[in-house]
């Protein structure tokens, strides 16, 4: 956490006023924070480590703007409280930790681990270096599917989603695993390729109202845009900016920074869908044999082991960057569907809402409340940590959303 503001200048860190971002003092002491309230103080009945924690970083109570004006410790203080807090977890993980402290441990890593990712898309926002340890381009794996806009095809039948109990640590909008009737769909292999966007935004997929909803064409109009956030057109030619630096568009490279309105409406140019979630994780997770479901689940998509490696998936940073939409085989599914962990969050068609029997965990305030207002992603991005990232775990934002690195993969109408 700290390496991804450790390169930035005093200045660079007041970040304008934005709604996709947070001031980065702000979002390293609300990341500690939550460590310090829910392992050290909720957990173990401890005492805060610094003056009044709650009124600088409680999301819950601190509104997003609010966040521009506080009286804010130091850059040195914050850095501080995190090492004290650290180390202080780690005291108390040593030896045998109860079920419970293990519990809060994994939930507060976990948050951490996703403000990672947003500090690394809030860079990308700003149009700042990427962070010091993300050095030289991206290295995919030299195995490119031949075609990969084929279908593969998914029987239809009763197949369960949803986190299994045996799970070590879930979150509570993953609970629990229950049936579902599936009708057969054909899901594409891979994601949509920035060559196929370019495509739509060239046919003036921007300035035709039918391909868009009716909130989409709303947002697309208030918005002003014409093409994905990033990009640019320059000498005839489209380019886009990664991070403080403009590129020539890689058409192989799977398209991100699209709002689930701009996957919708490239969908409707194509005469395509987005996968409901329930699609994508079957086709992610099932186990197919004699073109019917067996009822049982994989691990991961390519099987139950081993655990993903930068052969298989694009996770972590470790692969410098987006890939090639087609590139590691070896995470294939066994039907042929490629890149289902990593490289781009994927948007599905559905809303984020609870699972049958749903009960709220202690952190009330992660799911609850955006029930019904967000549409569902799956899959995680080349920036997402492996050792929390699961076929089951469901990303949500609004659909207006650009800034996070997320594409989408297509199913056959």
């Known amino acids: 956490t700290f390496s991804m503001v450790d390169d930035l200048a005093d200045d660079q860190m007041q970040v304008p006023y934005l709604p996709t971002v947070n001031p980065f003092l702000w979002e390293v002491g609300h990341g500690i924070w939550f460590q310090e309230y ?49 180390d202080a977890v780690l005291e108390k993980l040593a030896g045998d930790p109860s079920p419970e402290l293990r519990y809060f441990a994994l939930l507060s890593i976990g948050h951490e681990d996703m403000h990672q990712e947003a500090f690394c898309y809030m860079r990308q926002s700003l149009g700042y270096p990427a962070p010091s340890w993300l050095s030289g381009p991206p290295s995919a794996p030299e195995d490119l599917l031949g075609n990969p806009a084929r279908d593969v095809a998914i029987p239809g039948g009763r197949v369960a989603i949803g986190a299994s109990r045996d799970e070590p640590f879930v979150l509570d909008n993953e609970k629990w695993a229950h049936p579902v009737e599936i009708e057969p769909f054909a899901i594409a292999r891979a994601a949509v390729t920035q060559a196929q966007f370019a495509e739509f935004v060239e046919d003036g997929g921007y300035g035709r109202p039918e391909l868009w909803n009716a909130r989409g064409w709303r947002w697309k109009q208030s918005s002003g845009c014409e093409a994905p956030v990033y990009w640019r057109r320059a000498d005839d030619a489209w ?15 799977a398209v991100s920074h699209v709002s689930w309105y701009e996957a919708d409406a490239w969908c409707r140019w194509a005469g395509r869908r987005l996968p409901t979630e329930a699609e994508w994780e079957v086709a992610a997770t099932a186990e197919v044999a004699s073109g019917a479901f067996t009822g049982a689940r994989r691990e991961y998509p390519w099987g139950d082991a081993p655990e993903p490696s930068i052969e298989r998936a694009n996770l972590d940073g470790d692969g410098g960057g987006p890939w090639p939409a087609s590139a590691a085989a070896t995470g294939d599914t066994p039907a042929g569907c490629r890149q289902m962990l990593g ?62 690195f997320a594409g989408f993969r297509t199913c056959a109408l």
């Open 343 to 404: 490289n781009v969050w994927e948007w599905t068609a559905s809303d984020f809402l609870p699972y049958p029997g749903f009960v709220v965990d202690p952190y009330e305030q992660y799911s609850k409340p955006w029930f019904g207002c967000r549409k569902v992603l799956r899959g995680g991005c080349w920036m997402t940590r492996t050792r929390m990232l699961r076929p089951t775990w469901r990303n949500y934002f609004t659909p207006n959303r650009r800034d996070v």
């Open 38 to 86: 829910w392992v050290l103080r909720h957990a173990l009945g401890g005492e805060p480590l610094i003056d009044d924690p709650d009124h600088l970083y409680d999301s819950t109570y601190v509104g997003h703007e609010m966040r521009w004006y506080l009286k804010m410790p130091g850059r040195s203080e914050v850095k501080e409280y995190g090492e004290r807090v650290r």
């Open 239 to 253: 380019q886009r900016r990664v991070f403080d630096s403009w590129r020539d568009l890689e058409p192989d490279l």
